[in-house]
């Protein structure tokens, strides 16, 4: 079964640009959320989805967004870039029943905001 | 101050020393605790899930949760090079949560 995929891997963008990232959970899972990685602030939750709706939101500014598709997939957007927003940003996915507590990870896509 | 306080660390030890990491929590709702793994360049992945207060254990790890004193805990038995990690406690109010609060992860090297 194939992991968590995220695309692009690495991106550059400059300062006021805006930018899309995609997340393509494990087959059959529903349940998709973001997580924003720093070195200074460690792992922080952005939002979850389950089956397109929005479940639950961290405590981002509103140029952070996000959305579901019917087929799982999800994709975050950050509009208006600002430099504290590089970071790696990790998509995870998880399934329903006995396994439903795991979280699988994806490799993350590592924005670069210049 | 930080709902979940981690060591970042870095930590160094021998080849098959017992490694401890510890995170401890502000949060008295935190019922589940989890520990991760993160080798450089990649997501984490869960090594421990527990539930309340308690002791767990999964080959050479071992979790512990102390809630009276919002205290957790990852043993590792017999280290190896390949444990050689960032570490990341997280923890969650609610069952299967996907809002989970991190620690700011301990890197480890464990040396041959």
């Known amino acids: 079964k194939a992991g968590v995929t995220q695309t692009p891997r690495y991106l550059i963008k400059t300062r006021g640009q805006q930018v899309t990232l995609s997340c393509s959970p494990i087959?059959?899972?529903?349940?998709v959320s973001w997580y924003q990685q720093t070195p200074g602030q460690g792992l922080q939750f952005l939002f979850e989805?389950?089956?397109?709706?929005?479940?639950n939101k961290g405590n981002f500014p509103g140029r952070f967004s996000g959305r579901q598709f019917s087929n799982s997939r999800s994709e975050m957007n950050v509009s208006t870039l600002e430099l504290g927003d590089s970071a790696l940003y990790l998509c995870?996915?998880?399934?329903?029943?006995?396994?439903?507590?795991?979280?699988?990870f994806g490799s993350g896509t590592q924005l670069s905001v210049l | 101050q930080k709902e979940v306080e981690q060591d970042p660390g870095p930590l160094s030890v021998p080849e098959g020393a017992i490694v401890s990491l510890n995170c401890t929590y502000s949060?008295?709702?935190?019922?589940?605790f989890m520990w991760y793994r993160q080798y450089s360049r990649k997501g984490p992945e869960l090594l421990m899930y527990?539930?309340?207060?308690g002791n767990k254990e999964d080959g050479r790890f071992t979790a512990q949760v102390d809630k009276s004193s919002k205290y957790i805990s990852l043993f590792i038995r017999d280290s190896q090079p390949s444990d050689s990690a960032t570490y990341l406690c997280a923890m969650s109010e609610d069952w299967g949560a996907q809002k989970l609060v991190f620690g700011q992860g301990t890197r480890l090297t464990i040396n041959p």
């Open positions: 995870a996915s998880s399934g329903e029943g006995a396994s439903g507590e795991k979280l699988f």
């Open positions: 949060n008295s709702a935190f019922q589940y």
């Open positions: 989805y389950f089956s397109e709706t929005q479940r």
């Open positions: 527990t539930y309340s207060s």
């Open positions: 087959s059959g899972h529903r349940s």
